[in-house]
């Protein structure tokens, strides 16, 4: 399983000029536009270090002299999920993203877009408070908060560690929510909570599910998930595993979930 | 040295400020399908395999027998002729369903109903996706795209198919063939072949819609099973969703080999020797003896 197709290293060619063509907005509900920048770029690259020089010099390829473009990152080196954008039609951080490899010849054309699902909020740079109301809507937590020391939890064994970290290692990067066919843009507050949820969150609810103390808000989470918007909207066509980059097997907890849900279900009917 | 605070004034719908949800989808002013979300969604998964999948199975078992009954029937006691074989296994399997399935037209009537509810909350989840297979290609993609333009056009297959041969729509069949269960086969055979004469043009057009309806709706019952296995969480571990897709892929082969088959079978037939077999099979005579045979 690959995650982000990537284009087979080359030898990129030294000093050479990149174009890149980004889809630019100005703000909430204004139209997007496209502009072609063309960049100088050193060996090693990132976009993000591009975008930098396209911020120190924002002149287009045209010559016109424009406000530089706005783009968001955090930790540089594909932990925080901050730098997701679409680059050549799929989506990835953008901080990890290697000049060297997308446009190794002189000419070459990168396209940078803002993810689709989200609301924009300037250029490159979305609002993802959706990804995290969606955390909570599944309460992807440990509640360990009390009136008084609740001494130490339970203890985990190395085994349930070992499937269980790579689920914690989701950034909430929206790359699977972007991917999905099933997750669309919902600018109205009021309709998250009955629109698809994601795989994220899914994947987040299993892992808390298995945590001996998060498992406390199971039933909690279950009654969310198998309700409007909760995992039975996901339609199965696995591209968030895909497009995943912390390769977090998002399939599997997808139909774990779906387990928990069925016998949940079946739980609720006999008792109540 | 003074500190100030700057704190932001979130707005009072902001994320954090607002409690969990599950009170307000479950809410009793919720509408029917929010308030039977999960019950629905999963008849919905359910149908598709009981009662729809199996009698996909069962029906493609029928006719295509029309093939495969040269090799089951015993020597033919009515005719001579090998080929006919396969005609008069499947006529006789035709009367038994008629004659002998208790409650048949119940039967009919609740899978028509089935249908009819799989197909309508299918057209209505189907609404809630976006295609994106120009970007994202990947094979499950296509799939999933491919699930949804199966269902859309099978359903139209499915309604041609049940109105022309079983409420008789004739008009809507190219030589008005009227289809009539004592002559099953050499009826068939006309309405895929256009008439009782040649095989017309039309005839073709109504057998390839006939092909492409069977193989369309085969893929969309391997798929769905398979999809099926996921939702209810049967197959957890990538390995075992392959593992069941093998599976999945082999059940559809086999089918739309059934199904593919059935088509050829009938269209090459010919319906006046096929409709002589069928004679003499319905004779009272014929009918006494077979009746003896039990
Ligand atoms: S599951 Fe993967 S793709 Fe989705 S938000 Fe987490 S890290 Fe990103
Ligand atoms: S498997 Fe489900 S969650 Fe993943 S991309 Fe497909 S529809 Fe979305
Ligand atoms: S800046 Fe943190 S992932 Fe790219």
Aim: glycine share 8%; aromatic share 12%; charged share 15%.
């Amino acid at each position: 399983m690959t995650a982000t197709a990537q284009t087979p290293r080359r030898t990129a060619t030294p000093d050479r000029t990149v174009t890149f063509r980004i889809k630019r907005c100005d703000g909430p509900g204004k139209p997007s536009y496209w502009q072609d920048f063309r960049v100088k770029v050193p060996k090693n690259s990132n976009v993000i270090s591009c975008l930098q020089q396209i911020a120190a010099e924002p002149v287009t390829a045209g010559g016109e002299r424009v406000t530089p473009v706005v783009w968001d990152s955090g930790c540089l080196e594909e932990v925080c999920g901050a730098c997701t954008m679409v680059i050549n039609g799929k989506v990835r951080q953008s901080c990890s993203c290697l000049i060297d490899d997308y446009a190794p010849a002189d000419g070459d054309v990168i396209t940078l877009e803002p993810m689709s699902k989200f609301p924009v909020v300037r250029d490159l740079w979305v609002d993802r408070s959706r990804l995290f109301h969606n955390l909570a809507r599944i309460k992807a937590w440990v509640p360990i908060d009390g009136t008084y020391d609740l001494g130490a939890g339970p203890k985990e064994t190395p085994a349930s560690q070992a499937t269980h970290y790579v689920l914690s290692t989701c950034m909430s990067c929206g790359c699977c929510l972007e991917a999905c066919p099933q997750f669309n843009l919902e600018e109205d507050r009021d309709q998250w909570d009955s629109s698809f949820i994601g795989a994220h969150a899914i994947s987040q609810a299993r892992l808390f599910n298995a945590h001996p103390t998060g498992s406390e808000l199971k039933p909690d989470r279950l009654d969310v998930l198998m309700g409007e918007g909760g995992v039975n909207d996901c339609g199965n066509a696995q591209n968030c595993v895909q497009v995943c980059p912390k390769h977090i097997p998002l399939t599997e907890s997808i139909a774990s979930i779906g387990r928990q849900v069925t016998l949940h279900a079946i739980s609720k009917f006999f008792r109540g | 040295m003074r500190l100030v605070t700057v704190a932001p004034a979130l707005p009072a719908n902001f994320y954090w400020n607002r409690t969990v949800t599950q009170a307000e989808t479950s809410a009793p002013n919720a509408g029917f399908m929010a308030r039977h979300y999960f019950l629905l969604r999963r008849l919905h998964s359910l149908s598709g395999i009981v009662p729809i999948g199996l009698f996909l199975i069962n029906h493609l078992l029928t006719n295509s027998s029309a093939a495969w009954g040269i090799l089951a029937s015993r020597e033919s006691e009515h005719s001579g002729s090998w080929a006919m074989r396969g005609f008069e296994y499947f006529w006789k399997e035709v009367r038994w369903i008629n004659t002998q399935v208790p409650n048949l037209i119940l039967i009919e009537v609740a899978l028509w109903g089935a249908i009819a509810f799989h197909s309508i909350l299918g057209f209505y989840y189907a609404a809630t996706g976006s295609v994106n297979t120009d970007r994202y290609a990947y094979q499950g993609n296509w799939r999933y795209r491919l699930q949804r333009i199966s269902g859309y056009l099978g359903i139209l297959f499915i309604f041609y198919h049940v109105a022309t041969l079983r409420w008789g729509w004739t008009f809507l069949v190219p030589g008005g063939t009227q289809w009539s269960q004592d002559f099953a086969a050499s009826t068939l055979a006309m309405v895929l072949r256009g008439g009782s004469s040649g095989i017309t043009f039309a005839g073709l057009a109504v057998s390839l819609a006939y092909f492409l309806g069977v193989t369309l709706l085969v893929f969309h019952f391997a798929n769905g099973l398979w999809t099926a296995a996921i939702t209810w969480g049967i197959t957890i571990s990538a390995n075992s969703q392959r593992r069941f897709g093998y599976a999945c892929f082999g059940l559809g082969a086999a089918m739309m080999l059934m199904g593919w088959i059935s088509i050829f079978t009938f269209l090459v037939a010919d319906p006046a020797k096929v409709r002589e077999v069928e004679t003499r099979l319905g004779s009272p005579r014929a009918v006494a003896v077979q009746a003896g045979d039990k």
